[in-house]
């Protein structure tokens, strides 16, 4: 059974900063899909960015971008020029390849991100 | 567009009584559907999920049920709830044939059991 570890339960940064969050994972399998998602203080848990495993490419979605290290089963979240509404808890989720047992997802335990004037 | 709507946001209930919390799926079909629960500060728990009409796999053993008698209609129940069903309840629903689909989530139901 695949497992993701989320090591930061708490994390802080000054407005207009960068930060990242760390999460690693372990699985068998060659080919996976990783996810971050975000929950703020309303507790909607919004999709922030997705990572296919077969692509070497690191994926990015405005400010946020991961470092996708397959080899070291590393998937970490960078969020440049933080902003006041980026303060939430992040989680990493992941998935497997195949679509069979119903797309499940394995989410880490969450960091919460604290955002500074 | 595809939107998913769960009810009720916020559910007060005494020990013992029954419970009904409904999630439906609008604008695709054949969707995988799932339940989680979150206690305060914590990850999500997956309890159920489903990939058909009346297809239904749990994940832990509970005081808890569900059921999919519609293509886009989830429901999660208990005949009698215990104080530690409490917590934050989210129904989510993803692209079931399609491959790498993220889950898309609906905006909870707080449930507080007194």
């Known amino acids: 059974a695949q497992t993701v570890t989320q090591s930061q339960p708490e994390m802080s940064v000054q407005e207009a900063e960068t930060v990242t969050l760390s999460c690693t994972y372990d699985t068998s399998e060659s080919d996976y899909y990783l996810f971050w998602y975000k929950q703020p203080p309303s507790r909607q848990m919004i999709l922030v960015i997705r990572?296919?495993?077969?692509?070497?490419q690191n994926a990015t979605e405005n400010r946020f971008s991961v470092n996708f290290q397959k080899a070291a089963k590393s998937f970490s979240l960078k969020i440049s020029d933080s902003q006041l509404g980026d303060a939430a808890m992040y989680f990493c989720?992941?998935?497997?390849?195949?679509?069979?047992?119903?797309?499940?997802?394995?989410f880490g335990t969450g960091t919460q991100l604290k955002v500074e004037l | 567009s595809q939107t998913i709507h769960q009810w009720p946001a916020t559910l007060v209930q005494p020990v013992g009584s029954p419970l009904s919390l409904e999630c439906t799926v609008e604008g695709t079909s054949n969707p995988n559907l799932y339940w989680y629960r979150q206690a305060a500060g914590r990850g999500l728990q997956l309890l159920f999920y489903s990939v058909g009409i009346g297809q239904i796999s749990s994940e832990v053993p509970q005081n808890l049920s569900a059921s999919r008698p519609q293509d886009r209609q989830f429901i999660l129940s208990s005949k009698k709830l215990l104080l530690s069903d409490s917590g934050f309840y989210l129904c989510?629903?993803?692209?079931?044939?399609?491959?790498?689909?993220?889950?898309?989530f609906g905006d909870g139901t707080r449930l507080s059991i007194l």
């Open positions: 990572q296919e495993a077969y692509k070497q």
């Open positions: 989510a629903w993803s692209q079931g044939a399609v491959s790498g689909q993220p889950q898309h």
């Open positions: 989720a992941y998935r497997s390849l195949f679509t069979g047992g119903g797309n499940k997802l394995t």
